[in-house]
């Protein structure tokens, strides 16, 4: 009996033994082949997504990073819909720049193409904008105090889809034609980076606007953040105060008969400011001189594409000129030779 007993308690530890696992100092240790090993576990769909970089983020993922669960399901529809392929390295060296959770997703929301991009050209236009004086804030634990690369980016994200070239091209016009500083140039590109994007042309042409014909100089164009107005609007308030008598065009020697308001006056206020304490008119006279603006730049525009097709077929009938000279040339050099013969 008590033999009986025995075999039928050793049964039941070798039962337990082959389906149950054996506590260890850390963890459980598996005993035979019907419990799963750690490794041989099938990886859940979070950790395949999220340890391969070529797939989309998880919402696990942009936990971590430090997003509020409403900002991570935001951010992982933007990526989702993007298929960005990228997009965890692009947040990650928008993170490492100082930027908060809450910062990235208004740049993302601002310029969903950021999603696109590759880490490794976000990297480089970063660091080129380093180098060319823009630098992130003195503590990155310090959110309220941004430097200015940060701020830059922020306000407009589209700076990280252009390439360097085109950087160094409106930067190049700013210091070469421009005559700005380098430091001024800096500025210029940190308060108005919607330079990058302009014609150079016209970016040329409202430097010199302001220079020539209101008289102003570099460093007042960059209190006033001269480039963040459009060439319309400043040719709209300034020639608005000028018909009024209160702006004049300074002399050779920089002298006026009447004293000018400071450009920053004009242009960093609202319009309703600006009529109220720099033109001193009511709004219906500033909209029918703007309506009046709008069309004389018009009728400019036309007899400037008139004047162009004009000299267009100038060339085109002195070409057609210059091949029937040498037509006749080459003809009068026939009969010579056949004439000689």
């Known amino acids: 009996m008590g033999t009986h007993v025995c075999r039928k308690q050793i049964v039941r530890w070798m039962w337990r033994w082959s389906v149950c696992p054996v506590a260890v100092s850390r963890g459980y240790m598996p005993f035979c082949s019907t419990q799963q090993k750690p490794h041989q576990a099938n990886p859940s769909p979070i950790s395949q997504v999220t340890h391969r970089p070529g797939n989309q983020l998880t919402l696990c993922s942009l936990l971590k990073m430090g997003f509020s669960e409403t900002q991570a399901k935001e951010m992982h529809e933007g990526a989702t819909k993007s298929r960005g392929k990228h997009v965890?390295?692009?947040?990650?060296?928008?993170?490492?720049?100082?930027?908060?959770?809450?910062?990235?997703?208004?740049?993302?929301?601002?310029?969903?193409?950021?999603?696109?991009?590759?880490?490794?050209?976000?990297?480089?236009?970063?660091?080129?904008?380093?180098?060319?004086?823009?630098?992130?804030?003195?503590?990155?634990?310090?959110?309220?105090?941004?430097?200015?690369?940060?701020?830059?980016?922020?306000?407009?994200?589209?700076?990280?889809?252009?390439?360097?070239?085109?950087?160094?091209?409106?930067?190049?016009?700013?210091?070469?034609?421009?005559?700005?500083?380098?430091?001024?140039?800096?500025?210029?590109?940190?308060?108005?980076?919607?330079?990058?994007?302009?014609?150079?042309?016209?970016?040329?042409?409202?430097?010199?606007?302001?220079?020539?014909?209101?008289?102003?100089?570099?460093?007042?164009?960059?209190?006033?953040?001269?480039?963040?107005?459009?060439?319309?609007?400043?040719?709209?308030?300034?020639?608005?105060?000028?018909?009024?008598?209160?702006?004049?065009?300074?002399?050779?020697k920089g002298q006026t008969l009447i004293l000018n308001p400071p450009l920053k006056d004009i242009l960093c206020v609202s319009e309703e400011t600006y009529l109220v304490q720099v033109a001193m008119a009511d709004a219906d006279e500033f909209h029918v001189f703007r309506k009046l603006m709008a069309r004389e730049q018009e009728e400019e525009g036309r007899e400037d594409e008139y004047s162009s097709d004009e000299e267009l077929e100038e060339d085109k009938d002195d070409d057609e000129d210059d091949d029937g000279l040498h037509r006749r040339k080459r003809h009068w050099n026939t009969g010579y030779k056949k004439d000689r013969k």
């Open 88 to 252: 965890h390295s692009v947040l990650t060296a928008l993170l490492l720049l100082g930027l908060n959770p809450s910062s990235i997703l208004k740049i993302m929301q601002k310029c969903p193409e950021v999603y696109s991009l590759k880490g490794a050209d976000l990297q480089q236009r970063i660091d080129h904008l380093r180098k060319m004086g823009l630098v992130e804030g003195v503590s990155l634990s310090v959110p309220l105090f941004p430097g200015s690369l940060q701020r830059m980016i922020s306000r407009y994200p589209k700076v990280m889809l252009l390439p360097v070239k085109r950087v160094n091209m409106v930067s190049r016009l700013l210091r070469e034609k421009c005559l700005f500083t380098i430091h001024q140039a800096t500025d210029i590109l940190r308060d108005s980076p919607e330079v990058l994007e302009q014609d150079l042309s016209k970016l040329e042409y409202k430097f010199q606007y302001a220079y020539f014909r209101m008289g102003v100089r570099q460093p007042e164009m960059v209190k006033a953040k001269l480039f963040r107005l459009s060439l319309s609007e400043l040719r709209c308030r300034h020639c608005f105060l000028e018909q009024r008598g209160l702006y004049q065009t300074p002399d050779k």
